[in-house]
């Protein structure tokens, strides 16, 4: 079979790299990190299946255009990745669905939005309703902050048209999961859930970022958070598309928080976490192709299979991060870090000057990634690799997976 991935991250190293276990790949457009990158748009890529990474090119309908071409297409159309590019309609859609989540008010106009964030008790959390890379939440203890954010967003100052929409909710309190559910329209299969960090620095403090590294298996989430979260999230979620029409067939990406209520969704996304699809993938032992291909043809019929390895990764991000992120800078090391047992480093934004060198070209640039016998394991491997690689002004957390790591796990 052969598969076009597209996207140019480090999830779409991930997806190239497990998916070319059994088949043959081409990535649109890559980066010069990832083998079988090409500069064809997907519309004129010859393959068997394509299979969409990031959300922008869903919410634009790249699927729908695909299969309007008699395509194969992994990733859901407009309709369905709608979910993600407008929060307040993916909160209607959990509604309907009666799907635990936070209370919340969808709002523009900033009068009712102050009169709504005075009714809640605090912390305050302020969402742009549209896509921003990650970066549109702000979770605070403050009211003055959060209403100054509630202007800005509104205004368009901050998030442009995303913001002219805003979300407010209640803040709840718990360890996060993310638990990604690969659908076919109407049967939905969970792969092995993984924990991110979304804060930029150690002990989840600064800014909110896309995320900066991430695990797989998570100790707290057992097979019976897996199964409450599939019966009580993804599956009536999916009837509840499926009630509007919407044939979803792709990932569906359940962000939760594990409060002392039980699991709350705090937001679908409509691909693969990145980075939880580092963690994820490579611990797959059943295949990848085959699997995806039967939920792009609505005959979802395998069920995923995981080995009992630990992954770990630690994102490294480029100075400036996530508000300015500065690129041009020369990365070295990373052959010296990929040949460490266990380690696999993939590139997210790279890019590669005329002496052949590679270079940071975005703000998350590269993903460490390790596997061993347990999750203390695989982030020694990590840490050991991310030591090996250096650029001018490069950051990452060093608390990654550290918590699970002492769990024994
Ligand atoms: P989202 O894009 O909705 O996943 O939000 C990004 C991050 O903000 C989440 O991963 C949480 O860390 C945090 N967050 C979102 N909603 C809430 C909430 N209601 N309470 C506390 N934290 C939240
Ligand atoms: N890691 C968070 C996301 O992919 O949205």
């Not at 070319?20 to 890559?30: C, F, K, N, S």
């Not at 896509?131 to 549109?136: I, M, R």
Request: charged fraction near 20%.
């Amino acid at each position: 079979m052969r598969v076009c991935v597209v996207g140019s991250g480090g999830r779409e190293h991930a997806l190239a790299h497990v998916l070319a276990r059994t088949a043959e790949i081409v990535v649109t457009p890559g980066n010069p990190g990832i083998p079988g990158s090409v500069a064809t748009p997907p519309e004129e890529v010859e393959a068997d299946l394509y299979v969409i990474g990031p959300e922008q090119p869903l919410v634009d309908g790249l699927g729908d255009r695909l299969r309007a071409k008699g395509k194969l297409v992994f990733g859901p159309g407009a309709d369905g990745a709608r979910l993600e590019g407008s929060k307040a309609w993916m909160k209607q859609v959990l509604a309907d669905a009666g799907v635990p989540t936070a209370r919340h008010g969808t709002f523009t106009e900033a009068g009712a939005a102050l009169e709504f964030l005075k009714s809640l008790p605090g912390p305050y959390v302020v969402k742009t309703d549209g896509l921003a890379a990650g970066k549109g939440v702000l979770v605070t203890e403050s009211l003055d902050e959060a209403a100054d954010d509630v202007g800005s967003k509104l205004s368009g100052s901050a998030f442009g048209d995303a913001g002219r929409t805003v979300v407010i909710e209640e803040g709840l309190d718990g360890p996060e999961l993310s638990i990604l559910a690969v659908c076919d329209g109407t049967r939905a299969v969970a792969l092995a859930p993984a924990q991110d960090f979304k804060r930029v620095g150690d002990g989840d403090t600064g800014p909110n970022t896309g995320g900066m590294g991430a695990y797989s298996p998570v100790p707290a989430a057992g097979a019976d958070v897996v199964d409450v979260v599939m019966d009580t999230g993804v599956v009536p979620t999916l009837a509840a598309l499926r009630a509007q029409g919407i044939d979803y067939r792709g990932v569906l990406y359940a962000g939760l928080m594990l409060t002392s209520d039980g699991p709350k969704m705090l937001e679908y996304n409509v691909r693969f976490g990145d980075p939880e699809a580092q963690v994820v993938l490579p611990r797959l032992s059943s295949d990848l192709a085959a699997l995806l291909a039967e939920a792009a043809a609505g005959d979802l019929r395998s069920q995923p299979a995981f080995v009992d390895d630990a992954c770990v990764t630690v994102v490294l991000a480029s100075e400036g991060y996530p508000t300015s992120p500065r690129t041009g800078d020369v990365i070295e090391g990373l052959g010296d870090a990929s040949a460490l047992p266990g380690v696999t480093v993939f590139c997210a934004g790279v890019g590669r000057d005329d002496a052949g060198r590679l270079l940071t070209a975005g703000g998350r640039v590269l993903d460490v990634t390790a596997t061993g016998a347990t999750i203390a394991e695989a982030r020694e491997r990590a840490y050991a690799a991310v030591d090996r690689i250096r650029w001018s002004g490069r950051h990452h957390r060093t608390d990654i997976a550290e918590n699970a790591a002492k769990d024994g796990t």
